[in-house]
């Protein structure tokens, strides 16, 4: 499969508890984006890498809220003493720059539950 | 005010019915994009077009079609004879040059098509 991946696809966990989320990417694409959905809206923009460089976050990313993306390549999401507003969908989508001005591919998400 | 509204929340066609899904967006800029992307009961986004602001150009893709009028900020949303396949949510989003030079999309809240058999 050479779309983007996501794991843990699901994700329980109680209030306080810290949640670590990883996103590989299509393999050539250099540009990397973290996005939070929750029901009834449309994805909300949290961060931004190309290469390893995250050149760009949200308002929406507390400081509870960290992303890297190493070696350019697969991206983690950590969420530090969740709460129940964290409960959403997280979705990641990636482009190239040569694929036209932000034409991105999203993976299928995971989707995490506080409890 | 929203950038991108999608005034419609949900609609429910029967199948072979053409359906239309509005977009309105708000922007100053001048160059920007603008985007469809189709999220079924799966739960990943798909791709569907991107459209550029110097190109007004409408565009057909087989059963969909899009209907671009800078005058009116529109960027609707065309399905002839509409399937259940066609069921699912559809998001249109606007990216336009941020502060840090990216382009990031501004995504509406989505229409819920329901095609019935």
């Known amino acids: 499969d050479t779309g983007v991946s996501q794991n843990p696809r699901h994700k329980i966990t109680k209030r306080g508890q810290n949640v670590t989320f990883r996103c590989d990417p299509i393999?050539?694409?250099?540009?990397l984006y973290w996005y939070r959905q929750t029901l009834g809206q449309g994805p909300e923009f949290l961060t931004y890498f190309q290469n390893e460089a995250q050149l760009e976050k949200s308002r929406l990313l507390s400081d509870r809220f960290s992303a890297e993306r190493p070696k350019g390549s697969f991206s983690t999401l950590e969420i530090q003493r969740t709460e129940q507003g964290d409960s959403a969908m997280y979705l990641c989508a990636s482009s190239a720059r040569t694929s036209g001005h932000n034409e991105q591919f999203f993976g299928p998400g995971t989707r995490l539950t506080v409890l | 005010a929203q950038k991108v509204t999608q005034a419609q929340t949900e609609i429910s066609v029967v199948e072979k019915e053409d359906v239309t899904l509005d977009c309105v967006y708000e922007?100053?800029?001048?160059?920007?994009?603008l985007f469809w992307y189709k999220q079924p009961p799966s739960g990943e986004l798909v791709f569907l077009i991107r459209r550029n602001s110097f190109d007004e150009q409408n565009e057909i893709s087989g059963r969909y079609s899009w209907n671009f009028q800078k005058s009116t900020s529109s960027f609707n949303f065309t399905i002839t004879a509409s399937q259940v396949v066609d069921s699912a949510v559809y998001f249109c989003a606007l990216s336009e040059r941020r502060a840090g030079g990216s382009y990031i999309p501004t995504f509406g809240r989505g229409t819920s098509l329901i095609v019935h058999p």
């Open positions: 393999s050539e694409h250099n540009r």
């Open positions: 922007t100053r800029d001048t160059t920007y994009y």
